[in-house]
């Protein structure tokens, strides 16, 4: 079974400071990997996804997440850190059978220092 | 179109009693989930519809639970005789089969007192 993993569940940074959320994900064949977003109270919405096409894969609000394979890794950055990026983040990949239902990772809470 | 919505946003009950939420999904998407995301959690699957057909069933989805999407537009969540660790977020999501991208509502936060 398909399956991502986000390790800790808090991260902290300056505004202007780089942004790194981290993903791994296991899966037996080619995955699509996806990040969302979402404020409190909210649904989610889609930063950006993974489908095999641009290892590097750029989303909204200057995000953007690199594909490897070798590591089994899906990372999402943002070089420089603006107070309305706080909010949780969720790496997720797409069950490969019909469904396409998505598996999440536990998420991550991101807060921004001014 | 302004895309996935959900009704109620917000509901409390006592445990026993049945709720029912609804979601519109966006107008020509054909499939559609429905995820519950507890506190600290990420969303977890529990079934989904392709147009009016219930294609999947999660196991997290008890004999309690019942959902429904007729004529494969707007589709109901029934939870009858909840029960206190029923109380989450309740999300819908909509997409076209085969593009991978599935758009949520903005949720329905069901407490159970």
């Known amino acids: 079974a398909q399956s991502v993993t986000q390790l800790g569940s808090h991260v902290s940074v300056s505004e202007g400071a780089l942004v790194l959320l981290r993903c791994n994900y296991s899966?037996?064949?080619?995955?699509?990997l996806f990040w969302y977003v979402q404020y409190p109270n909210q649904g989610l919405q889609l930063l950006l996804k993974?489908?095999?096409?641009?290892?590097l894969v750029k989303g909204i609000n200057g995000f953007e997440a690199e594909f490897k394979k070798s590591e089994t890794s899906f990372h999402l950055t943002k070089p420089s850190a603006h107070m309305s990026d706080a909010a949780e983040y969720f790496c997720?990949?797409?069950?490969?059978?019909?469904?396409?239902?998505?598996?999440f990772g536990k998420g991550m809470k991101l807060t921004v220092n001014p | 179109d302004t895309g996935v919505s959900q009704d109620p946003r917000h509901k409390i009950t006592k445990r026993g009693q049945n709720v029912t939420f609804r979601c519109d999904p966006i107008s020509e998407h054909n499939r559609l989930y429905w995820y519950r995301q507890t506190l600290g959690q990420g969303p977890e699957f529990l079934t989904y519809f392709q147009n009016e057909a219930q294609l999947e069933k999660s196991r997290l989805l008890s004999d309690r639970f019942s959902a429904e999407r007729p004529k494969g537009s707007f589709s109901t969540l029934e939870i009858q005789r909840t029960e206190q660790g029923d109380s989450a977020m309740y999300l819908c999501a909509s997409s076209l089969w085969a593009l991978r991208e599935q758009f949520f509502g903005p949720g329905t936060r069901l407490t159970v007192l």
């Open positions: 899966s037996s064949v080619p995955p699509y």
């Open positions: 993974y489908t095999s096409a641009a290892t």
């Open positions: 997720a990949v797409s069950d490969q059978g019909g469904s396409e239902k998505l598996v």
